[in-house]
């Protein structure tokens, strides 16, 4: 009796404290993004400090239950940088010794996996090393489930997606070829 109730006890304490961790896909180019860059491609330009206002997130928590990170364990801002880069390599634009320089600040990121209204939403702030600077707000809607593990796979599925919208509304802003002057 004693012995099934300590068994009965590891598999309810293992359920408990076990759970799945979704980490998101490694960044793949958008070819939307390298084709409104590369209307830009005779200015070169590198990318400066990627912030996320001290936060330091390199995984967010999927309904109470399952955290979704980076590939590598960087951290979201890192995940950004990268991808912007691998864009602006692919368009030609980016020169390690350029003059300007990008910045960027994650000032708001959130993941909803709500039925009906699951989305990834950006709040953001672009900085030119020339002084000027913009805010960006990029969401990006996609489907959900009512099981927490097909809405958590989902969230971690479409954060590419949703990086992948948020590259294209910092690049296809009217204020973004201010940033390369």
Not at 134 to 149: G, I, L, N, T
């Amino acid at each position: 009796m004693i012995k099934r109730f300590i068994v009965g006890l590891l598999i309810v304490g293992g359920l408990f404290f076990t759970g799945c961790a979704n980490k998101v896909h490694e960044y793949s180019i958008s070819a939307n993004n390298v084709v409104a860059l590369q209307g830009m491609s005779d200015t070169k330009v590198k990318l400066g400090e990627f912030t996320d206002s001290g936060r330091d997130e390199a995984k967010v928590m999927c309904r109470l239950a399952t955290p979704i990170g980076t590939p590598n364990g960087e951290t979201f801002a890192s995940y950004l940088k990268d991808s912007l880069m691998k864009e602006l390599v692919t368009a030609g634009m980016y020169d390690p010794k350029a003059e300007t320089t990008i910045s960027l600040n994650i000032d708001k990121m959130y993941g909803s996996t709500t039925i009906g209204n699951a989305y990834w939403e950006f709040d953001v702030t672009v900085k030119s090393s020339n002084g000027k600077s913009f805010k960006v707000h990029s969401r990006y809607d996609y489907e959900s489930s009512f099981s927490a593990m097909s809405a958590c796979s989902e969230m971690q599925r479409s954060f590419v997606l949703a990086v992948q919208q948020l590259n294209y509304d910092i690049i296809t802003n009217p204020m973004f070829k201010e940033l390369l002057k």
